[in-house]
């Protein structure tokens, strides 16, 4: 895949899977951010450039004639973009527009869909999101479910008394939309280049500014950092994933839980690393401070 700017329809090339990698959070956008999304949208004039945003990936090894794609950066906007496509297209093709390349560009390719989000999640995307399980909120079995549903019903509502031009020309924008596309093979160049121009449609959490700052001081320090970024991207998915399940029985958000578990441990920790150089204690100290979140959410 080539660097630099493209169009959405050039993204999204017809044997390209998007995968959204373990170590990432699962879908969080609300309806704030589903309201701007619509909202540049609207607001964007037909034939004039728009700009979508600037997306990490990285290449993977092929499947069968299937070129795989992790998502470094930019995954809750390109899963709501797939999620307002379907919906779209649906009610194009309700207008008796011909829209079945569309679909098979945006949604699913023969018996594949484009868009693989986290493990946990994936079934409920494809029955109740992608396609229209009868029973979608019985299926319901994580927070980030009931978020994907709430930004299919959020698009479902702000199409549903569109017309038919007007639905042809949020078509248009999308597919003639720029994006500017940042393509690596390997873990430690995409972990430099997320930390260095990183862009996102929601503020980092503490947890995910810790965990970008462990891989690139990794990245800067080790010889061969591939084996201990994979090993800090297998824990950050436990931590993430322990977290979704656990968010239901909380009290307090996330940055409540880290705070207060890396103030309880900071005194004796600083004690014990009293004989390290200030690199390796600082290290130390984030290593510590996201396994502490870990445990209590566990």
């Not at 700017?5 to 309806?31: C, G, H, M, V």
């Not at 031009?165 to 430690?188: D, F, H, P």
């Amino acid at each position: 895949m080539e660097n630099g700017q493209k169009a959405i329809s050039d993204l999204f090339e017809t044997r390209r899977i998007f995968n959204i990698p373990k170590y990432q959070r699962a879908y969080a956008w609300e309806e704030k951010q589903l309201q701007d999304f619509i909202s540049d949208l609207d607001n964007q004039v037909l034939g004039r450039d728009y700009f979508f945003g600037t997306i990490l990936l990285q290449v993977r090894d092929n499947e069968g004639n299937f070129k795989i794609v992790d998502i470094v950066d930019g995954q809750q906007r390109l899963t709501t973009l797939s999620i307002f496509m379907r919906l779209l297209l649906d009610k194009l093709d309700s207008s008796e527009e011909d829209i079945s390349i569309l679909k098979e560009t945006y949604v699913k390719y023969r018996n594949e869909y484009k868009l693989r989000i986290l493990e946990y999640d994936q079934d409920f995307f494809r029955q109740c999101i992608l396609e229209d399980h009868e029973n979608a909120e019985k299926l319901i079995t994580t927070p980030s479910q009931r978020r994907l549903l709430e930004a299919k019903n959020f698009f479902i509502n702000v199409l549903k008394d569109r017309s038919v031009e007007n639905l042809s020309e949020l078509r248009q924008k999308i597919e003639g939309a720029k994006v500017l596309t940042y393509a690596v093979s390997n873990s430690a160049d995409a972990t430099l280049i997320f930390e260095t121009t990183n862009d996102r449609g929601q503020d980092l959490t503490d947890l995910e500014k810790i965990k970008s700052f462990l891989m690139y001081k990794i990245y800067m320090v080790a010889e061969d950092p591939e084996t201990y970024l994979e090993s800090i991207q297998e824990r950050f998915g436990e931590i993430y994933r322990d977290f979704e399940a656990t968010i239901p029985y909380l009290t307090h958000d996330e940055e409540f839980i880290l705070r207060n578990h890396f103030i309880t441990f900071e005194a004796d920790l600083r004690d014990c690393l009293k004989s390290f150089g200030d690199i390796q204690s600082q290290t130390i100290i984030i290593f510590f401070y996201a396994f502490a979140f870990f445990a209590v959410s566990s």
